[in-house]
């Protein structure tokens, strides 16, 4: 059974940064694609970004030029760099694994436990 672990959330001020992690417990080619998605309180989860196991990337347009995605395939880890955060950017934030690329959440197969990110002065 894969598992997917989310660190790194918290409370930030407006315009401030945070780095979410995502560590998945072995290698598999089931997750050829890791993606993070979002859950702001009453509303649809999200597709914020996701990346290939080749480096192909994909923002939604309310992230592109403040987050970042990386990925190290030797640690099994994802990483979400967010700057310039806003109070929309609140959300549960979750990371998943699947084997096609997008930011559909029905592409995902596995999914970690979320970490929250609260954006506010």
């Known amino acids: 059974q894969l598992q997917f672990v989310e660190s790194g959330g918290g409370l930030v001020q407006p315009g401030g940064s945070l780095r979410l992690s995502c560590s998945v417990s072995?290698?598999?080619?089931?997750?050829?694609?890791l993606g993070w998605f979002r859950q702001a309180a009453g509303k649809e989860r999200e597709g914020v970004s996701c990346?290939?196991?080749?480096?192909?990337?994909l923002y939604a347009d309310s992230v592109k030029g403040r987050f970042t995605i990386s990925r190290d395939n030797a640690k099994n880890t994802v990483y979400l760099q967010m700057n310039s955060l806003k109070p929309d950017d609140t959300a549960v934030y979750y990371c998943?694994?699947?084997?096609?690329?997008?930011?559909?959440?029905?592409?995902?197969?596995?999914w970690g436990q979320g970490t929250q990110v609260t954006v506010s002065s």
């Open positions: 998943a694994g699947g084997s096609h690329f997008g930011l559909l959440k029905s592409l995902y197969n596995y």
């Open positions: 072995r290698f598999s080619s089931e997750y050829y694609v």
């Open positions: 990346i290939s196991s080749t480096g192909g990337i």
